[in-house]
């Protein structure tokens, strides 16, 4: 007897696709299992926030990489960037109000009460924000056409002024998503939480590279738009499965608690205004360079985002670390232990951002090739944006100090003092870039000192620099009045602090003059018209720079070496890291 054979079971029949469902069912199930789980060892939460924290940055460099590569430093670039600055701005003003840094304390004392009174307390804020951003945003939606003209001018007249509309208001469900978020991401870390809102920007920028990849060719430029709301709302949304397990997703309420609501908005209002003068700023050099040529949002755009990956790793890290610590000392009014936390943190920052500085400023070129360069972003891209981040990074130890300054005043309960001094620097940025751009037309001579020293003589453009200088000016006047400030009221605190200036300084110096030699040897060894060859040739300058570097410390007995040192002997990953917050979008 011939026994037949059974044929297997079609891959199209019903039985392989319940299979195949239920397989994608569990592992969703398990990624939100994993990142909504309870993170209360430290060794573990240091790890994975880590891991996260370097995936959401590698994101961002992929996604700028992206965006040059397929429009390079040029008009349609120049919409999308611009396309930001109203949601932007309406983020920084309104969106800040719910930020984590305010929320989180009283969420933890409205639960802490009961879980009746926290369930309210969040009900009545999320209605409230709900209700001021929605408003808000159908406020700059109605008024962008007559708005966008007048803010950015360089497209007053421009024939894809409705796609700047049209790509702004898409772009207005950024500041509401987002929003939501860090009023969500207050629950998620009460409850120790951490990984859910980790995940956050990774998804964030995620969502852009999905706008670039599929949107751009699908929608034009309003592609791109959509792929910046579709980051926003999985930045939002990652939050909600966790939340909704716990009911502790907020509802619309119409018992509103006013004295609480108001009790909050007097908390973050200074924050918010901080915030806010600084985005004015932003959107002010912004609306200058649409009045220069083309290219040039995105020239300020791309150097701006790479100048501040130092300040990311660095300055933040630092001051988020020292914050919950500065504020229970204040608390306890052990103001000695306050001041020498404060002491080491600036040492510190100062000693692992001095060397970068040098270094972003000698591998400008090849930073910038690596990071942006082929496709539509040509040599003349890269001269120009590879000079303006050498402008920006100069402001990158200031912008890490004043970060500290900010937090050390906030763990004080003195929010006017950092309002005040972001004002002024906010208006010295503003005047000193009209000055500027006034020098640089009317004095032949400027123009060409600044060009031949940042080598970019003969390059079309150049006027855009002026909003870098003006940028770094403003920072540097804000971190003096920052610190003076602050060694007015701690008397031992600049001596120190001043010793390690001196001490990393010089020895970035030097490793920078070795750097730069090497780059000589090397542009002999590597094929320089490509971009491994580059990217390769600045490694090679960068690591024989750092060994210089150390050997030099070494020399000097640098007391901060010494400590590294020690620290990297210790279990490093017992630290707790705290969660980074969104302040922009």
Request: glycine letters at 6%; one cysteine or more.
């Amino acid at each position: 007897m011939v026994r037949q054979r059974t044929a297997p079971p079609s891959r199209e029949g019903p039985c392989y696709n319940s299979r195949h469902y239920e397989a994608s069912a569990h592992m969703v199930k398990k990624w939100f299992s994993m990142i909504g789980r309870e993170i209360r060892g430290l060794h573990e939460a240091a790890y994975l926030l880590g891991a996260f924290a370097l995936l959401s940055l590698i994101l961002a460099l992929v996604r700028d990489k992206l965006l040059a590569y397929t429009f390079g430093a040029g008009h349609t670039l120049d919409i999308y960037y611009a396309a930001f600055r109203v949601p932007d701005f309406l983020f920084a003003s309104v969106g800040s109000i719910v930020s984590a840094s305010i929320l989180l304390p009283y969420f933890i004392s409205r639960f802490g009460e009961s879980k009746e009174e926290g369930r309210a307390f969040s009900d009545a804020m999320f209605t409230v924000f709900f209700g001021a951003m929605v408003a808000a945003s159908v406020v700059a939606f109605v008024v962008a056409p007559w708005l966008i003209p007048r803010v950015i001018p360089g497209f007053a007249n421009d024939p894809a002024l409705p796609t700047l509309i049209a790509s702004m208001r898409i772009m207005l469900l950024s500041p509401f998503f987002l929003g939501l978020s860090n009023l969500f991401s207050s629950l998620t870390q009460m409850r120790h939480r951490f990984l859910v809102y980790a995940a956050s920007p990774v998804v964030y920028n995620a969502g852009i590279i999905l706008g670039v990849v599929f949107g751009y060719p699908l929608f034009g430029i309003q592609g791109l738009a959509l792929g910046v709301a579709v980051g926003a709302i999985l930045h939002m949304g990652i939050q909600l499965p966790f939340l909704s397990h716990e009911g502790l997703l907020p509802r619309f309420t119409r018992d509103i608690q006013w004295p609480r609501i108001k009790a909050v908005a007097l908390t973050s209002l200074p924050r918010t205004f901080t915030l806010s003068a600084n985005q004015l700023a932003s959107f002010v050099l912004v609306s200058l360079a649409s009045l220069m040529a083309s290219g040039s949002i995105s020239v300020f755009n791309f150097a701006f985002n790479l100048q501040s990956v130092p300040l990311t790793l660095i300055g933040a890290s630092y001051s988020s670390a020292v914050f919950p610590t500065l504020s229970r000392l204040y608390y306890d009014r052990n103001m000695k232990e306050f001041l020498d936390k404060m002491v080491a943190s600036a040492r510190h920052i100062i000693f692992w951002s001095m060397p970068l500085t040098i270094l972003f400023i000698v591998l400008r070129a090849q930073i910038v090739r690596t990071v942006l360069g082929a496709g539509q972003f040509d040599w003349a891209d890269t001269r120009l944006t590879a000079a303006m981040l050498a402008l920006f990074t100069v402001s990158t130890i200031g912008q890490s100090l004043i970060v500290l300054f900010v937090r050390a005043f906030y763990a004080e309960g003195k929010t006017a003092k950092p309002l005040l001094i972001n004002a002024i620097s906010a208006s010295v940025i503003v005047v000193s870039a009209f000055a500027l751009i006034r020098a640089f037309a009317d004095f032949p001579v400027f123009r060409y000192f600044v060009e031949d020293l940042l080598k970019v003589d003969g390059q079309a453009g150049t006027v855009v620099l002026t909003l870098a200088i003006s940028y770094t000016f403003g920072v540097i006047v804000n971190t003096i009045l920052h610190w003076w400030t602050f060694a007015r009221a701690y008397k031992g605190f600049t001596k120190p602090v001043m010793d390690t200036l001196f001490h990393s300084f010089s020895a970035s110096v030097i490793m920078g003059y070795a750097s730069f030699l090497s780059l000589r040897i090397f542009a002999a060894v590597f094929p320089l018209t490509k971009v491994w060859g580059i990217f390769l040739q600045g490694l090679c300058a960068a690591v024989i720079g750092l060994v210089v570097l150390v050997i030099t410390l070494v020399i000097l007995q640098n007391r901060e070496l010494a400590e590294v040192w020690t620290t990297l002997h210790h279990k490093i990953w017992k630290t707790p890291v705290p969660p980074a917050e969104v302040e922009h979008i």
